[in-house]
């Protein structure tokens, strides 16, 4: 396995935002972080990389314990993308650039160069190459963060709500993309979403958050409306259409 959580707890400022967090995610699997907003999906996602330090449990990442490990050697093993991406006068092959810094010794090798003109290639982004990020809409900014966190090479990639500003192709473009590199090279991705057709489209494990514990952790097929009704408060009618597994809202209590 590639992450491997115990019992892990965060509080703030004395509040108890998640309890007794437990799962594994191993090797070529995606798993999707899901639940209303507030709930601490962030917060656990911030968690698994020690941006945020939790006050219990284990985090083991790639075998080994989290809190023994240099701050470079969890960039190394771990790609984030945050919600909210920072800009500056950089341009975007530059911005991307920035993410082999785990890897790069004295210089920025040939070998550096090739894997990020690779990502601009395979994320159909060569046209935003010598683009200034400050100059960037949303959707592009979001798409240099997740280059970005692909050419560090990660183990695992932590994505925080990766689709959120970008418009319907390019949700499908990226995610399909993360999906192919997570099974090609065997690594795993954890992505907060709550897009839940998306998340059922591209994830293969799901966590339910509600009232900082899981309320069901499991795959594809153990997904039912009962679950999303109890972490949502609404209900909801699952069914095939083309082949895709789809999630339509019932009527909340004020259409009925």
């Not at 985090?59 to 050697?73: F, H, P, R, V």
């Not at 090279?185 to 494990?205: E, F, K, P, S, W």
Request: aromatic share 6%; proline share 4%; hydrophobic share 45%.
């Amino acid at each position: 396995m590639i992450l491997n959580v115990q019992e892990l707890g965060f509080l703030y400022r004395n509040h108890d935002v998640l309890h007794d967090i437990a799962f594994e995610v191993n090797h070529g699997e995606i798993m999707a972080i899901l639940g209303p907003n507030g709930v601490g999906k962030t917060t656990l996602l911030k968690c698994l990389n020690r941006i945020l330090n939790a006050k219990k449990g284990h985090i083991y990442l790639d075998g080994s314990e989290i809190q023994t490990l240099e701050t470079l050697e969890i960039a190394r093993r771990a790609g984030y993308v945050p919600q909210r991406v920072e800009t500056g006068r950089l341009t975007a092959f530059d911005a991307v650039l920035l993410g082999r810094r785990p890897h790069i010794g004295w210089d920025v090798s040939d070998r550096d160069l090739r894997i990020v003109d690779a990502i601009f290639s395979r994320l159909s982004m060569d046209n935003l190459r010598l683009s200034y990020i400050d100059e960037m809409s949303g959707g592009e900014l979001q798409k240099i963060a997740i280059a970005r966190a692909l050419v560090q090479e990660p183990r695992i990639l932590l994505l925080d709500e990766p689709t959120s500003s970008l418009d319907l192709k390019n949700q499908v473009d990226i995610l399909s993309t993360i999906a192919g590199i997570v099974r090609e090279h065997g690594i795993a991705a954890v992505m907060t979403m709550h897009d839940l057709n998306q998340a059922l489209r591209y994830a293969d494990r799901f966590i339910f958050l509600k009232d900082g514990y899981i309320h069901f952790h499991g795959s594809y097929d153990a997904v039912t409306p009962e679950i999303i009704e109890d972490v949502y408060g609404l209900p909801v009618m699952m069914g095939m259409v083309g082949g895709v597994r789809c999630i339509v809202p019932g009527l909340s209590p004020s259409e009925a």
